[in-house]
C-alpha cells in the first residue's frame, strides 16, 4: 500500500487507537465518495491505555494485530501499511509572530515564504524549550498560518507581492519522541508499517467541518473515552488546537464510585443506561443483583456532564481570544452522553441549535458495504483514512552533518526542516552582515549596515542545493554554516547630506572653499572615516577667522573685515556666496576723523574718494514682508536678501526638499541682492 493507493479503488487502512477501543477501517475513493468495505471496533481487554496515551505497548499491539486479523479475514487481503492519528492529549501548540525585514523593496517570492514559516516554526520550537524541563525531544507534526502581513498589514496570500517587510502569524504543534516510538512500536508488533501519521483533531476535521465551512469561527469537539480533543477554525484554516483530560472515562468512573461496580460494568450501565426506557441490571462489587433507569443514571452523570462541559468551553474561549465560537461541533463516543451539548452552549453563551453532536449529517459521501450504522463514533476513524488522500506523513531518517536525525515527513519536508530538527543554529544558514555604523547626523540617529556575507554551502547526497530543496528519506546533508560580510564602512563626503565646496567672493575674487563637518565637536573633511557612535553636524558655513586661516590671511591693526557690506567679527559666518572686504584703513584719515571737526558733506564726499576707505553711514531700518509675515530689519547700513535669515526660523543647513525656492517681488533671489523698504519676500523648499 505504497504511493499507488492514493489511485482511484486502491484500499486504504486506518487504525484510530483510542483509549478504550481501536477502530480499524478500510475503504476506497471512488469518485468524490468514500467506501468502507469493512470496519472492526475491538475494546482494550484491560486499561492499557489511559487519556489517550499507551501504558502497555504488548496489550496494545495484541488489540490492533486482532483488529487487523479480522478485516484480512473479511475482506481476504493482507494488509502491510496502516495510517495512525496521535491523540491530543500529547500536543503542545505554540502560536508565534514573525516578521523578515528586506534590505529594500521586492517582489515576495515562494522561498522567502517557505523561509518565513521556517522561521515562526523555529520560533515556536525555542518556546517549547522554554518550558520543556526534561530531556524528552519533540517534533513539529504540523503548522498552519493563520495569518500572513505585507508591510504590517494583514493580507491572504504574499507571493508577487512587492515588499518592504513580510510578516506571519503561525501555530506550530508538537508531539514528544515517546509518545511517537509508542504508537509505532504497538503497531509494528502486530506486522504494520506507517505510511501516513497524522493528528486526531485533524482527521476529525477532515470529515467533520468541510474547508468551505472553515471560514467560520467553529470548534470541533472530538470527545473520546480519555481526552477531549479540540480545533477551532476562522479565516479559512485552523487556528488552533487544545485538549482536557476530561472525557467519557470521567462518566464512568462517576457510575463506577456510585454503584459500586468494576470499570467495566460501569460501563455499560453509562451506555445502557443513556437509551430510552431501558433499565440496566448489574452485579456490585458485594455480589447483589441491583437495577437503575435511565433517569436516575443521568441524574448521577448530571454533575459531571456540566463540570466536562464547563471545562471544554473554557479551553474553547482561551484557544478563540477569550470569547466564544459562532458553533460547535461534537463527534466521538463521549460527547454522545444526554445532556452534553446542551450544557457546552450554555456555558459558551450561545444558541443550543448551534452546539450539535455530528454524525450522519457530514457522511454524506461516506457509503459503508457492511451494514453500520453513521454514528458520531466513525468521524474521526474515517477522517484518518481521508486524511492519507490529502498528506502523506509519516517519520522518516536522514543524515546531518553525519548524525541520524528522525524527521516528521509532511510531504513538503525541506533541508531547513532538517536543519531545525537538528539544532543547527537558525543564523548558521541564512548570510550574516557585518556590523554596524551608528552615528547621529544632525540630530537624527543613522545607522550604516555591513555587507552581507554568504549563506550556508549545503550539499544534499553530495551536490550543491539551498534550504529548501526537498529531502526524502536516507538522504544525507551537509551544511557548512554561513559567514558574515564586511563591516560597514562609510566616510563624509559619501553622505548624501554633505556638499563638497562652499563658493564666496573675497574682495570681488570668487573663492572656492572645501567644506568641513563638525564630529564629535571637531573639524573634519570629506575624508573622515565616520566611526560607531559619531556625532555630526553638516556645516553650510565658514567662520571668517576660518577662511583667514585658510587664505594664511594675519589682520593687522589697520585691516577690518565685513561680510556682505557689515563689520565682521572672527566668528561671524560666512554662507555660499556670501562677500567678504579685508580692507586696510590710513593711519592718517583715522587721526583727521577723530581729531578735526569737519562738516558732514566733506567728510562723506573725502571719504566716497578713497580707495579701501569704510564710509561711515548711518543705521537704517526697512520693513519686509517674509512669507506673509512682516519683519523689521534693523541695525546696518543697508540689507541683503540674505540678511533675513537672521530674523526668521530657517534651517539651511538641512535640506528638506529638492529646491529652496527664494523669491523677491515675484522674482527668482540672489543671496546678495539688495533689499528695500516694502520688499515681498518667499522662500521654502520644493519637493
Given at each position: 500500500?505504497?504511493?499507488?493507493?492514493?489511485?482511484?479503488?486502491?484500499?486504504?487502512?486506518?487504525?484510530?487507537?483510542?483509549?478504550?477501543?481501536?477502530?480499524?477501517?478500510?475503504?476506497?475513493?471512488?469518485?468524490?465518495?468514500?467506501?468502507?468495505?469493512?470496519?472492526?471496533?475491538?475494546?482494550?481487554?484491560?486499561?492499557?491505555?489511559?487519556?489517550?496515551?499507551?501504558?502497555?505497548?504488548?496489550?496494545?499491539?495484541?488489540?490492533?494485530?486482532?483488529?487487523?486479523?479480522?478485516?484480512?479475514?473479511?475482506?481476504?487481503?493482507?494488509?502491510?501499511?496502516?495510517?495512525?492519528?496521535?491523540?491530543?492529549?500529547?500536543?503542545?501548540?505554540?502560536?508565534?509572530?514573525?516578521?523578515?525585514?528586506?534590505?529594500?523593496?521586492?517582489?515576495?517570492?515562494?522561498?522567502?515564504?517557505?523561509?518565513?514559516?521556517?522561521?515562526?516554526?523555529?520560533?515556536?520550537?525555542?518556546?517549547?524549550?522554554?518550558?520543556?524541563?526534561?530531556?524528552?525531544?519533540?517534533?513539529?507534526?504540523?503548522?498552519?498560518?493563520?495569518?500572513?502581513?505585507?508591510?504590517?498589514?494583514?493580507?491572504?496570500?504574499?507571493?508577487?507581492?512587492?515588499?518592504?517587510?513580510?510578516?506571519?502569524?503561525?501555530?506550530?504543534?508538537?508531539?514528544?519522541?515517546?509518545?511517537?516510538?509508542?504508537?509505532?512500536?504497538?503497531?509494528?508488533?502486530?506486522?504494520?508499517?506507517?505510511?501516513?501519521?497524522?493528528?486526531?483533531?485533524?482527521?476529525?476535521?477532515?470529515?467533520?467541518?468541510?474547508?468551505?465551512?472553515?471560514?467560520?469561527?467553529?470548534?470541533?469537539?472530538?470527545?473520546?473515552?480519555?481526552?477531549?480533543?479540540?480545533?477551532?477554525?476562522?479565516?479559512?484554516?485552523?487556528?488552533?488546537?487544545?485538549?482536557?483530560?476530561?472525557?467519557?472515562?470521567?462518566?464512568?468512573?462517576?457510575?463506577?464510585?456510585?454503584?459500586?461496580?468494576?470499570?467495566?460494568?460501569?460501563?455499560?450501565?453509562?451506555?445502557?443506561?443513556?437509551?430510552?426506557?431501558?433499565?440496566?441490571?448489574?452485579?456490585?462489587?458485594?455480589?447483589?443483583?441491583?437495577?437503575?433507569?435511565?433517569?436516575?443514571?443521568?441524574?448521577?452523570?448530571?454533575?459531571?456532564?456540566?463540570?466536562?462541559?464547563?471545562?471544554?468551553?473554557?479551553?474553547?474561549?482561551?484557544?478563540?481570544?477569550?470569547?466564544?465560537?459562532?458553533?460547535?461541533?461534537?463527534?466521538?463516543?463521549?460527547?454522545?452522553?444526554?445532556?452534553?451539548?446542551?450544557?457546552?452552549?450554555?456555558?459558551?453563551?450561545?444558541?443550543?441549535?448551534?452546539?450539535?453532536?455530528?454524525?450522519?449529517?457530514?457522511?454524506?459521501?461516506?457509503?459503508?458495504?457492511?451494514?453500520?450504522?453513521?454514528?458520531?463514533?466513525?468521524?474521526?476513524?474515517?477522517?484518518?483514512?481521508?486524511?492519507?488522500?490529502?498528506?502523506?506523513?509519516?517519520?522518516?531518517?536522514?543524515?546531518?552533518?553525519?548524525?541520524?536525525?528522525?524527521?516528521?515527513?509532511?510531504?513538503?519536508?525541506?533541508?531547513?526542516?532538517?536543519?531545525?530538527?537538528?539544532?543547527?543554529?537558525?543564523?548558521?544558514?541564512?548570510?550574516?552582515?557585518?556590523?554596524?555604523?551608528?552615528?547621529?547626523?544632525?540630530?537624527?540617529?543613522?545607522?550604516?549596515?555591513g555587507e552581507f556575507g554568504e549563506a550556508a554551502k549545503i550539499l544534499l547526497?553530495?551536490?550543491?542545493?539551498?534550504?529548501?530543496?526537498?529531502?526524502?528519506?536516507?538522504?544525507?546533508?551537509?551544511?557548512?554554516?554561513?559567514?558574515?560580510?564586511?563591516?560597514?564602512?562609510?566616510?563624509?563626503?559619501?553622505?548624501?547630506?554633505?556638499?563638497?565646496?562652499?563658493?564666496?567672493?573675497?574682495?570681488g575674487n570668487k573663492v572656492t572653499l572645501p567644506k568641513y563637518a563638525s564630529?564629535?565637536?571637531?573639524?573634519?573633511?570629506?575624508?573622515?572615516?565616520?566611526?560607531?557612535?559619531?556625532?555630526?553636524?553638516?556645516?553650510?558655513?565658514?567662520?571668517?577667522?576660518?577662511?583667514?586661516?585658510?587664505?594664511?590671511?594675519?589682520?593687522?591693526?589697520?585691516?577690518?573685515?565685513?561680510?556682505?557690506?557689515?563689520?565682521?567679527?572672527?566668528?561671524?559666518?560666512?554662507?555660499?556666496?556670501?562677500?567678504?572686504?579685508?580692507?586696510?584703513?590710513?593711519?592718517?584719515?583715522?587721526?583727521?576723523?577723530?581729531?578735526?571737526?569737519?562738516?558732514?558733506?566733506?567728510?562723506?564726499?573725502?571719504?566716497?574718494?578713497?580707495?579701501?576707505?569704510?564710509?561711515?553711514?548711518?543705521?537704517?531700518?526697512?520693513?519686509?514682508?517674509?512669507?506673509?509675515?512682516?519683519?523689521?530689519?534693523?541695525?546696518?547700513?543697508?540689507?541683503?536678501?540674505?540678511?533675513?535669515?537672521?530674523?526668521?526660523?530657517?534651517?539651511?543647513?538641512?535640506?528638506?526638499?529638492?529646491?529652496?525656492?527664494?523669491?523677491?517681488?515675484?522674482?527668482?533671489?540672489?543671496?546678495?541682492?539688495?533689499?528695500?523698504?516694502?520688499?515681498?519676500?518667499?522662500?521654502?523648499?520644493?519637493?
Open positions: 500500500m505504497g504511493n499507488e493507493m492514493k489511485t482511484q479503488g486502491q484500499l486504504v487502512f486506518g487504525l484510530d487507537i483510542g483509549t478504550r477501543s481501536i477502530v480499524g477501517t478500510v475503504g476506497y475513493r471512488e469518485g468524490d465518495r468514500f467506501i468502507v468495505a469493512a470496519q472492526v471496533i475491538k475494546e482494550h481487554e484491560t486499561r492499557a491505555m489511559l487519556d489517550g496515551q499507551i501504558h502497555d505497548i504488548g496489550q496494545v499491539g495484541n488489540t490492533i494485530t486482532q483488529v487487523k486479523r479480522t478485516l484480512e479475514k473479511k475482506l481476504s487481503v493482507k494488509l502491510t501499511d496502516v495510517c495512525i492519528a496521535a491523540a491530543g492529549r500529547v500536543l503542545l501548540t505554540f502560536e508565534t509572530s514573525v516578521t523578515w525585514e528586506f534590505e529594500k523593496e521586492r517582489v515576495v517570492t515562494p522561498e522567502e515564504i517557505m523561509g518565513l514559516t521556517s522561521l515562526g516554526i523555529e520560533k515556536a520550537y525555542e518556546k517549547l524549550q522554554e518550558t520543556n524541563d526534561s530531556d524528552m525531544k519533540f517534533y513539529c507534526v504540523g503548522n498552519s498560518v493563520i495569518r500572513y502581513y505585507l508591510n504590517g498589514y494583514p493580507i491572504s496570500n504574499l507571493e508577487n507581492h512587492k515588499a518592504k517587510n513580510i510578516g506571519a502569524d503561525i501555530i506550530a504543534t508538537f508531539l514528544p519522541d515517546d509518545v511517537v516510538d509508542g504508537l509505532y512500536r504497538a503497531v509494528e508488533l502486530a506486522g504494520l508499517n506507517v505510511v501516513n501519521m497524522t493528528l486526531e483533531p485533524i482527521a476529525a476535521m477532515t470529515v467533520a467541518i468541510p474547508q468551505m465551512y472553515r471560514m467560520l469561527n467553529i470548534a470541533l469537539v472530538d470527545v473520546g473515552a480519555g481526552t477531549s480533543d479540540i480545533c477551532i477554525t476562522k479565516d479559512g484554516c485552523i487556528v488552533a488546537y487544545g485538549m482536557i483530560p476530561c472525557a467519557g472515562d470521567s462518566l464512568t468512573e462517576v457510575v463506577a464510585k456510585e454503584c459500586l461496580v468494576d470499570f467495566e460494568t460501569a460501563e455499560k450501565i453509562k451506555r445502557g443506561g443513556g437509551k430510552p426506557g431501558t433499565e440496566v441490571k448489574y452485579k456490585d462489587i458485594m455480589g447483589l443483583q441491583q437495577s437503575i433507569t435511565r433517569q436516575r443514571v443521568l441524574k448521577m452523570l448530571s454533575g459531571q456532564i456540566d463540570q466536562m462541559a464547563k471545562l471544554v468551553s473554557d479551553k474553547i474561549k482561551e484557544l478563540n481570544g477569550g470569547k466564544a465560537v459562532s458553533a460547535v461541533f461534537i463527534v466521538g463516543g463521549g460527547g454522545k452522553i444526554t445532556g452534553y451539548p446542551e450544557k457546552l452552549a450554555e456555558h459558551l453563551g450561545i444558541q443550543k441549535e448551534r452546539v450539535a453532536l455530528r454524525g450522519e449529517e457530514v457522511m454524506q459521501n461516506i457509503t459503508f458495504q457492511e451494514k453500520i450504522k453513521k454514528d458520531s463514533l466513525l468521524v474521526t476513524p474515517i477522517g484518518i483514512c481521508l486524511n492519507y488522500y490529502d498528506q502523506n506523513n509519516n517519520f522518516i531518517y536522514v543524515t546531518f552533518n553525519e548524525e541520524h536525525i528522525k524527521l516528521y515527513d509532511n510531504s513538503n519536508l525541506a533541508i531547513v526542516d532538517a536543519a531545525m530538527q537538528a539544532d543547527f543554529p537558525n543564523d548558521k544558514l541564512f548570510p550574516k552582515r557585518g556590523s554596524e555604523i551608528a552615528y547621529t547626523l544632525n540630530g537624527k540617529k543613522k545607522i550604516c549596515r547526497n553530495g551536490e550543491e542545493a539551498d534550504l529548501y530543496s526537498a529531502i526524502h528519506a536516507n538522504d544525507v546533508i551537509m551544511v557548512e554554516e554561513s559567514t558574515a560580510g564586511n563591516p560597514a564602512a562609510i566616510s563624509l563626503g559619501q553622505l548624501p547630506e554633505f556638499k563638497s565646496k562652499i563658493g564666496i567672493l573675497v574682495n564630529v564629535n565637536g571637531k573639524l573634519e573633511n570629506e575624508y573622515y572615516d565616520i566611526r560607531n557612535g559619531d556625532k555630526i553636524e553638516m556645516l553650510g558655513y565658514y567662520t571668517v577667522a576660518q577662511i583667514r586661516e585658510f587664505m594664511d590671511v594675519t589682520l593687522d591693526m589697520n585691516m577690518a573685515v565685513y561680510v556682505n557690506n557689515e563689520l565682521a567679527e572672527d566668528d561671524t559666518r560666512v554662507y555660499e556666496n556670501f562677500s567678504i572686504r579685508m580692507a586696510i584703513e590710513e593711519e592718517s584719515r583715522r587721526d583727521v576723523l577723530e581729531d578735526e571737526e569737519v562738516e558732514d558733506g566733506e567728510v562723506e564726499e573725502e571719504a566716497a574718494s578713497q580707495d579701501n576707505i569704510v564710509p561711515d553711514l548711518p543705521t537704517v531700518s526697512i520693513g519686509v514682508l517674509v512669507n506673509s509675515r512682516p519683519i523689521v530689519l534693523q541695525g546696518k547700513t543697508s540689507y541683503v536678501f540674505v540678511d533675513i535669515f537672521d530674523y526668521i526660523d530657517f534651517d539651511l543647513n538641512t535640506v528638506q526638499g529638492k529646491t529652496l525656492i527664494t523669491t523677491v517681488n515675484g522674482k527668482k533671489a540672489e543671496y546678495m541682492e539688495p533689499l528695500y523698504d516694502g520688499a515681498v519676500i518667499e522662500v521654502y523648499w520644493e519637493e
